[in-house]
């Protein structure tokens, strides 16, 4: 079994600098002589380069035109859809006042009564034009100057 | 326009605003750190071609994303992250007479095989042999700090925030490193 140990003196980086300086050739030297990657590798990382370059170009043509195009859209989407609130809004309010003028009257009456306050809205009705039945009745003159 | 003097930061964002020749100049400023470090941790070359391509290519992906301190502790700590996954997949082959699954010449010949006048090629040769498999014989703790300091230019600190260690045990791992190849090669010689 192996135990971890600790160093009892820190390194100095300096120290091991110097140490280095007598290794160091050697091994520069020595992998120097494999140290060339091949002309296709090289190649290949600056095509993929050049390619990565006319992605990010292409991006940032267009970026600008499908963020004005969002905007557009999502503007008309917003404009739509306040004019489909503002339009269903007025509806509701005609609905409302044809309802209530058709209902006049009858706006409050108890269930079941409805039928009568129609009859009732309509006589009004016939009231207003002077038509009703109660006042339908010709007063003595009017009928002799029409029998006249 | 960036050239040679120009800062790792600023060439990578100039990359990033798309400037594709501050890559190349970026990748051939680290080219040969970068892939003798792959090659003392991998000990293959096909190996190291590969990760350094993924790693570079990360780089390119992650141009924009860029916000350390030092872009080489960052180019190492995305290259042992790429060389950590690798390893994930594949167990290490880090024999140096092993052969190279893509070519039949043994790794030390691969290794050597370079473009050196014939009057120093003998002791050339030689020398890299030992000092290889001084290296390749290292544990990987150790290998690691050594190729980073050695090949990578790494200073301690940057080695300490890379491995995400504290300082000690980068300057401990190193000291050790160092004193096993000065025993490997002093008995050698």
Same mark, same amino acid.
């Given at each position: 079994?192996?135990?971890?140990?600790?160093?009892?003196?820190?390194?100095?980086?300096?120290?091991?600098?110097?140490?280095?300086?007598?290794?160091?050739?050697?091994?520069?030297?020595? $992998?120097?002589? !494999?140290?060339? #990657?091949?002309?296709?590798?090289?190649?290949?990382?600056?095509?993929? =380069?050049? %390619?990565?370059?006319?992605?990010?170009?292409?991006?940032?043509?267009?970026?600008?035109?499908?963020?004005?195009?969002?905007?557009?859209?999502?503007?008309?989407?917003?404009?739509?859809?306040?004019?489909?609130?503002?339009?269903?809004?007025?509806?509701?309010?005609?609905?409302?006042?044809?309802?209530?003028?058709?209902? $006049?009257?009858? !706006?409050?009456? #108890?269930?079941?009564?409805?039928?009568?306050?129609?009859?009732?809205? =309509?006589? %009004?009705?016939?009231?207003?034009?002077?038509?009703?039945?109660?006042?339908?009745?010709?007063?003595?003159?009017?009928?002799?100057?029409?029998?006249? | 326009?960036?050239?040679?003097?120009?800062?790792?930061?600023?060439?990578?964002?100039?990359?990033?605003?798309?400037?594709?020749?501050?890559?190349?100049?970026?990748?051939?400023?680290?080219?040969?750190?970068?892939?003798?470090?792959?090659?003392?941790?991998?000990?293959?070359?096909?190996?190291?071609?590969?990760?350094?391509?993924?790693?570079?290519?990360?780089?390119?992906?992650?141009?924009?994303?860029?916000?350390?301190?030092?872009?080489?502790?960052?180019?190492?700590?995305?290259?042992?992250?790429?060389?950590?996954?690798?390893?994930?997949?594949?167990?290490?082959?880090?024999?140096?007479?092993?052969?190279?699954?893509?070519?039949?010449?043994?790794?030390?010949?691969?290794?050597?095989?370079?473009?050196?006048?014939?009057?120093?090629?003998?002791?050339?040769?030689?020398?890299?042999?030992?000092?290889?498999?001084?290296?390749?014989?290292?544990?990987?703790?150790?290998?690691?700090?050594?190729?980073?300091?050695?090949?990578?230019?790494?200073?301690?600190?940057?080695?300490?925030?890379?491995?995400?260690?504290?300082?000690?045990?980068?300057?401990?791992?190193?000291?050790?490193?160092?004193?096993?190849?000065?025993?490997?090669?002093?008995?050698?010689?």
């Amino acid at each position: 079994m192996t135990m971890k140990t600790t160093r009892e003196n820190p390194i100095s980086p300096e120290a091991l600098e110097n140490e280095l300086k007598a290794l160091e050739p050697w091994v520069r030297q020595a $992998l120097s002589c !494999a140290v060339e #990657p091949s002309p296709r590798v090289i190649r290949a990382i600056h095509n993929e =380069a050049v %390619r990565q370059v006319e992605v990010q170009r292409r991006k940032r043509r267009f970026i600008p035109f499908f963020r004005t195009l969002a905007a557009a859209a999502t503007l008309a989407l917003l404009l739509g859809g306040a004019f489909q609130i503002h339009t269903t809004r007025l509806e509701g309010i005609n609905s409302r006042a044809i309802g209530h003028i058709l209902n $006049l009257g009858a !706006a409050h009456a #108890p269930d079941g009564m409805a039928t009568s306050s129609s009859a009732e809205l =309509a006589n %009004r009705l016939l009231a207003i034009q002077g038509l009703d039945d109660e006042n339908f009745l010709m007063h003595s003159e009017e009928a002799e100057s029409l029998l006249l | 326009m960036p050239d040679d003097s120009t800062s790792d930061a600023d060439l990578l964002s100039a990359f990033a605003k798309g400037d594709a020749i501050a890559l190349d100049l970026l990748v051939a400023r680290y080219r040969q750190a970068l892939f003798s470090w792959l090659m003392g941790m991998t000990g293959n070359r096909a190996d190291a071609e590969d990760l350094f391509q993924d790693i570079w290519f990360r780089v390119i992906r992650h141009a924009e994303r860029f916000n350390d301190v030092s872009f080489k502790a960052w180019l190492w700590k995305i290259a042992r992250n790429i060389l950590i996954d690798f390893r994930r997949k594949r167990k290490p082959d880090l024999s140096l007479d092993a052969v190279d699954e893509n070519d039949d010449t043994p790794l030390l010949n691969q290794l050597t095989a370079t473009d050196i006048g014939p009057a120093d090629s003998v002791e050339q040769t030689d020398l890299t042999k030992r000092v290889m498999r001084a290296v390749a014989s290292l544990p990987e703790v150790q290998r690691d700090v050594f190729l980073m300091r050695v090949q990578g230019n790494l200073s301690f600190g940057e080695i300490a925030t890379t491995l995400g260690i504290p300082l000690n045990t980068a300057l401990g791992r190193m000291h050790d490193a160092m004193t096993k190849l000065k025993k490997m090669l002093g008995d050698e010689k």
